[in-house]
């Protein structure tokens, strides 16, 4: 009589074989499924921001709609800190090299500056969206407070990206400033 060791050993070698695991550290570019749709809001939004963030003059960087309300700046530097932040709450763990600190809305004002870390932080979020293994997507993790899961996690990133695109618009054209991918189509 076989052991059923023998008999799961082939069905377990079916099931690795028909469910692909994820590659931690895969290549962004490669993405299917949900990790190819959250990358391909990521690039959206790393695309519009950054258009905005370059199309802002310098002067209107600390512009603010009232007190109490982020400026063009921190709106900016804002969105690149939870690109970073989103990831460490699904369990990826930041470059040892990338530093913000605490008060980085407050004192990261140059235009330069500022368009350099939302590209380095989309980067780490795209990977960031790579690099939660596919074992771990319904994990249970706290978010403020609130009970979701890593998957949860990095779609609210896309969310939080979006929403905040949304505010930078209304500031552009609050300063004059028309959205460059609409300047010719009325958007």
Known sequence: MRSSLHVARPALALLLVAVPLHAQGADPATATGLRKELIAQLDDGEK???????????????????????????????????NYLFPRLAGVQRAPDVTLPRDAEQTITDRVRIVELLHKSFAFARQAVMDVPDAQLDDSVDMFGTPTTKRG???????????????SIAYARTNGVVPPWSAGGGN
């Open 48 to 82: 519009k921001l950054v258009a905005l963030a370059e199309a802002m003059p310098q002067e209107k960087y600390g512009w603010r709609p009232g007190e109490g309300v982020r400026s063009v700046s921190e709106v900016f530097v804002h969105v690149a800190s939870a």
């Open 153 to 167: 996690v990095l779609v609210t990133m896309a969310t939080h990206l979006h929403e905040h695109l949304g505010q």
